[in-house]
């Protein structure tokens, strides 16, 4: 049994990123176990031992335990720390907690799934659900109302529904999603990227 965290995710995804981020962002030590989700590894017999859904991200504990879905494994995470990724305050977190379930529900099946198909499978704008466009852009509206006069989406400092919501945010771009109409979430993005030591996804010649 491994004495540290071992993480199964794909890099180009963002849930997967956020279980990385907020273990980094812990001092969490961790393995890192590539998995390409296009390639058919998650629906093998051996990881869906793991994870039966057949998702990554998923991890193992310490000790030995299991766990699967990004915003449920990063809340797990931030609750073994005193630190203020998780508030205390019983409103706070159920704050996080509302932001955290509006993300996988209203924000990454627009944002994400419009990336995935035109950054990864390439398909062109007339081919993908013009929806998406629609129901991300709204969604997008409502975090640039949120972050009106604040830094962050609860309380004062980032929390763990900052980094679900920056995961695929960040990202917005590749998805088609002109992020230069929402200069609030433009300087959250910079904020959070700061806050946990990434690398700007910001294009060159467009930062805020």
Not at 125 to 154: C, S, T, W
């Amino acid at each position: 049994m491994s004495s540290k965290l071992q993480i199964y995710g794909d890099s180009r995804s963002g849930n997967c990123l956020k279980v990385r981020w907020t273990a980094e962002h812990l001092g969490f030590d961790y393995d890192w176990i590539e998995t390409d989700v296009l390639s058919g590894t998650t629906h093998t017999e051996e990881f869906l031992k793991l994870n039966p859904s057949g998702q990554v991200p998923a991890v193992i504990l310490p000790d030995g335990r299991t766990l699967s879905q990004s915003n449920a494994i990063i809340v797990y995470l931030a609750g073994l720390s005193d630190s203020a990724l998780l508030p205390v305050d019983l409103y706070e977190c159920a704050k996080v907690n509302e932001w955290l379930f509006w993300e996988q529900y209203t924000h990454e099946p627009m944002i994400a799934v419009r990336r995935f198909q035109k950054a990864f499978l390439k398909r062109p704008d007339e081919e993908i659900d013009p929806q998406l466009m629609a129901k991300g852009r709204r969604a997008l509206g409502q975090m640039e109302l949120a972050l009106h006069g604040r830094d962050y989406f609860v309380g004062d400092a980032i929390t763990v529904a900052d980094i679900a919501l920056v995961a695929y945010t960040r990202v917005a771009h590749e998805g088609g999603f002109d992020l230069d109409e929402f200069p609030n979430i433009r300087a959250w993005i910079a904020r959070v990227e700061r806050d946990l030591a990434i690398e700007s996804a910001v294009p060159a010649g467009e930062a805020a």
